[in-house]
């Protein structure tokens, strides 16, 4: 079946640093990519997606680019401030049965920005 | 318009007791997720709703757990007898049409369940 693994947290940073969270998926057929963020007290929101390989999905400063070759998706930002603080979760999204796209999630990576 | 809005936000059951966990979609959303998230892991699909019809319960862990949306917006989770193991984050999302797989789903703030 389809998996995602992502980078173990917790990771912490100064501010400015530089971020990278990996993630990467296994599929049959050929999923859409997501990063959703939680941030503390609050739902889950997209802050990205790309569709088809070697698209590249940004947000808010953070970038990912669809890698077929290497199944990856990788979370990265410049430059991460203290609002950044929060749990990053990659996900896929794959036809399933009937018109059914469930998501698959990775099991989240809890990032904390120090000032 | 408002986003997916969940009730209650938490709840505490003692083991044995029934629970109904109440979703609002984003009015006209065609698609509807229940997800499971248990402490410290990622969400994980329990069933989806396009309109009232229930396409899809494969991720529904056990009998005990039944969902309905009778007319093709509010939706609820109900889970019988409840068990320990089923202490989680129950999350509604809802996405725009029958579904693509690049459509954005809407997530909910999620309800805690806590069974003792």
């Known amino acids: 079946g389809n998996s995602v693994t992502q980078m173990e947290g917790p990771v912490t940073l100064s501010e400015e640093a530089f971020l990278t969270i990996n993630c990467t998926y296994t599929?049959?057929?050929?999923?859409?990519l997501f990063w959703y963020v939680q941030y503390p007290g609050e739902g889950l929101q997209l802050l990205l997606k790309?569709?088809?390989?070697?698209d590249k999905g940004s947000n808010k400063g953070f970038e990912a680019t669809y890698r077929k070759e290497t199944t990856s998706f990788h979370l990265e930002k410049g430059s991460v401030q203290v609002s950044d603080s929060a749990v990053y979760f990659c996900?896929?999204?794959?036809?399933?049965?009937?018109?059914?796209?469930?998501?698959?999630f990775g099991k989240g990576t809890l990032l904390t920005v120090n000032p | 318009g408002a986003g997916v809005s969940q009730s209650p936000r938490y709840k505490v059951a003692k083991r044995g007791q029934d629970v109904a966990l109440r979703c609002d979609p984003i009015?006209?959303?065609?698609?509807l997720f229940w997800y499971q998230q248990a402490l410290g892991q990622g969400p994980e699909f329990l069933t989806y709703?396009?309109?009232?019809?229930?396409?899809?319960k494969s991720g529904l862990p056990s009998d005990r757990f039944f969902a309905e949306r009778p007319e093709g917006s509010v939706s609820t989770l109900k889970i019988q007898r409840t068990q320990q193991e089923d202490s989680a984050v129950y999350l509604c999302?809802?996405?725009?049409?029958?579904?693509?797989?690049?459509?954005?789903?809407?997530f909910g703030p999620g309800t805690r369940l806590l069974v003792l």
């Open positions: 999302a809802s996405s725009r049409t029958e579904g693509t797989a690049q459509e954005t789903q809407y």
């Open positions: 599929a049959t057929g050929y999923p859409s």
């Open positions: 790309a569709t088809k390989a070697d």
């Open positions: 996900a896929l999204s794959e036809r399933s049965g009937g018109s059914n796209y469930k998501l698959t």
């Open positions: 009015s006209g959303h065609v698609s």
């Open positions: 709703f396009q309109n009232e019809a229930q396409l899809d």
